[in-house]
């Protein structure tokens, strides 16, 4: 028999419009599957359940007393928020036990959206220290496991928002994406995850654009409920200083995920910008699979030279190590961060504001390069990870081992966040362990119309969210 937990957010959102199902039920349902779950899994930092149960009773209260056309998208419906991102009188740790007791003051402008979408917040997940990592293991709470093999990592830096939608504690989740930090979670638990566009998605008030490489976005099991979420996230608020390419009036996102995209011309290619990485045998059967899958359905696929050489590795790790110092401490603080966090600091205060400077102008000197190879196309083909779902405990040594063995495991996904093109990770094939591994599709500036329905169509033809983990069915 199907359970609230086997819907989708769009269903969730009929039933409850229908009066078929109350946002009290729903909500007591999920909160109930994180009691039982959330010790394994690691989904979660902060379980907001008091605060959760209120506004289920609220959004109840509207459904019996407006008529359905009066009701906001997402009522009734949870979004876990991702615990670098501020959700207002919520704990916000950012993954680190310097700001352990800290409390959020504002929502996130997104999170303004979603409240007035008519979400149910139950809670903050976890997230690695600051999201530097591509894992999601810290000091402040259990790591975020994958619910496929629960000795595998969730991924990072979203793998809290990640595990709780592929084990079934919410049927949506929102993430973040600095370096990969949505696709990369979204291809180690098997579902869908979307960078959106740079801009499309406001990080005010608190979250500097600096040079626009990270930004919120879904993490979803189905390609609609992804674009019902950027619906509602997509917003901008003054000051911000990149905004993306509007839809046409009168479109959603959701109108083109229902829309058959025709026929694309889509690059591909699979060789990763750091020198001397391996791509995984199961990672490159899932990317050959996925290249036959989108010539059967009438696509024109193309073989590219890679756009990105090993040249942006090192401006990268410049830049990556700069966004460590953009997060202010408390004085005496610094000796209880994380190792990786440390020495990434060491590296920005040891670095000249010229070879940063340079470091950026490299950067968008190669992206100016490199767009004019992609943008004939309209969607590029790559694997979002070089390996499957690794071990928990995997990435620890001293901090530049970790870092190569971070670049060794997600290769691709940085490239997308320097071009600020949007990026979705695509669960199309499972290994011979029935481990996940996903694809990566990225776009134009602005293209997540043909992002979202071409991933509707790839998921029409080879349905993947009735796949579930083990978990799922406890």
């Not at 199902?21 to 349902?29: A, G, M, N, W």
């Not at 740079?198 to 930004?215: F, N, V």
């Amino acid at each position: 028999m199907s359970q609230i937990h086997d819907l989708t957010a769009t269903e969730l959102v009929e039933r409850v419009r229908r009066r078929e199902l109350s946002p009290v039920e729903i909500t007591d349902h999920f909160l109930d599957r994180i009691a039982r779950h959330d010790r394994t899994l690691g989904a979660f930092i902060t379980v907001t359940e008091e605060s959760a149960r209120e506004q289920a009773r609220k959004a109840e209260n509207r459904v019996l007393g407006d008529t359905p056309g009066e009701l906001p998208p997402l009522l009734g419906v949870p979004v876990p928020i991702k615990d670098l991102d501020p959700l207002a009188g919520v704990r916000h740790t950012a993954g680190s036990v310097i700001h352990a007791d800290r409390v959020a003051e504002v929502d996130a402008a997104f999170v303004t959206a979603l409240r007035e979408a008519g979400a149910v917040f139950p809670g903050k997940t976890n997230t690695p220290e600051f999201g530097s990592p591509c894992y999601t293991e810290n000091d402040i709470a259990p790591p975020a496991r994958g619910p496929w093999n629960l000795d595998r990592s969730a991924g990072g830096s979203s793998g809290g928002s990640a595990t709780a939608v592929a084990g079934g504690l919410a049927p949506v989740a929102q993430g973040s994406d600095g370096g990969g930090s949505i696709r990369i979670p979204a291809s180690a638990c098997g579902i869908y995850g979307l960078k959106p566009t740079r801009g499309r998605i406001s990080g005010a008030p608190l979250t500097p654009d600096l040079l626009g490489l990270a930004t919120a976005g879904p993490l979803t099991r189905s390609v609609s409920d992804a674009a019902l979420l950027l619906d509602v996230m997509a917003v901008n608020r003054a000051g911000d200083y990149f905004t993306a390419p509007p839809l046409g009036a009168g479109e959603t996102f959701r109108d083109h995920a229902r829309r058959d995209p025709g026929r694309l011309r889509v690059a591909r290619f699979a060789t990763p910008p750091p020198t001397g990485v391996e791509v995984h045998p199961e990672v490159a059967a899932g990317y050959e699979a996925a290249t036959e899958l989108l010539v059967r359905l009438g696509h024109d696929v193309e073989e590219i030279t890679p756009p990105f050489d090993a040249s942006i590795v090192e401006d990268f790790r410049t830049i990556w190590a700069a966004m460590a110092i953009a997060t202010p401490l408390p004085g005496g603080s610094e000796p209880r961060l994380r190792p990786i966090n440390r020495w990434l600091r060491e590296q920005a205060t040891g670095t000249t504001l010229e070879r940063y400077m340079r470091a950026t102008i490299r950067l968008q000197q190669r992206v100016r390069e490199a767009l004019p190879a992609m943008l004939d196309y309209d969607a590029v083909l790559t694997p979002t990870l070089a390996q499957p779902p690794v071990p928990v405990g995997h990435f620890e040594a001293e901090p530049e081992e970790e870092l190569r063995r971070m670049e060794r495991f997600t290769p691709f996904t940085s490239m997308f966040n320097i071009t600020g093109q949007p990026s979705v990770s695509v669960p199309l094939h499972w290994s011979d362990e029935g481990l996940p591994v996903g694809v990566m599709l990225s776009g134009r500036m602005g293209g997540e119309p043909t992002l979202l329905s071409l991933s509707a169509q790839l998921e029409a033809a080879h349905p993947w969210t009735h796949r579930t983990p083990p978990i799922w069915h406890r």
